[in-house]
């Protein structure tokens, strides 16, 4: 099966307590299997990952290549916004699509959400539709998937 690799940034280890008026109530745990569920379906294996930490979230950018995944999907939570670590570690992934996740409409909200660093390297974006976001972007990469293997 095709490894995917979720990536998931600062606080949203708080997701179902945090800001539920913009985040939703399920929590991270929940989203995490919701969406191997939904992966398994279309043959595609996916290990979630999250962590508080910039540096963690580039190490496991950095090992991407060598542990053979397909996919990479991330929400880098703030990160997204201010990071450049973070986006010069994706740029140096060669070959495998990835694809910036947000629960919220990041659009919609205070200005400085309207920057996003991810999008610079990400070959898609999808946001706004809560936790459904994750399954959408398995869709996505499904679909790059296809296209670049056959
Ligand atoms: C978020 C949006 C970010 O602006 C915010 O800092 C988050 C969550 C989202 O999924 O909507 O932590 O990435």
């Known amino acids: 099966m095709k490894k995917i690799l979720v990536i998931n940034g ?5 997701l179902g307590e945090r800001e539920v008026e913009i985040y939703g109530k399920t929590s991270l745990e929940d989203i995490e299997s919701e969406t191997i569920k939904f992966a398994k379906i279309n043959k595609i294996d996916v290990e979630f990952k999250q962590s508080n930490e910039e540096s963690e979230i ?22 997204t ?3 450049i670590a973070i986006m010069d570690a994706l740029k140096a992934i060669e070959n495998i ?12 909200r205070e200005e400085f959400r309207k920057k996003s660093y991810i999008s610079e390297v990400a070959d898609g974006v ?3 539709f809560g936790a459904h976001s994750y399954i959408l972007a398995i869709m996505a990469i499904e679909n790059l998937l296809k296209k670049k293997n056959g």
């Open 58 to 79: 580039i190490n496991w950018i950095q090992s991407c290549m060598k542990n053979n995944y397909k996919g990479l999907l991330i929400n880098a939570g703030a990160y």
């Open 126 to 128: 999808i946001f706004g």
């Open 81 to 83: 916004h201010t990071s």
């Open 10 to 14: 600062p606080n949203l280890n708080l």
């Open 97 to 108: 699509p990835i694809i910036e996740v947000h629960l919220s409409n990041i659009h919609q």
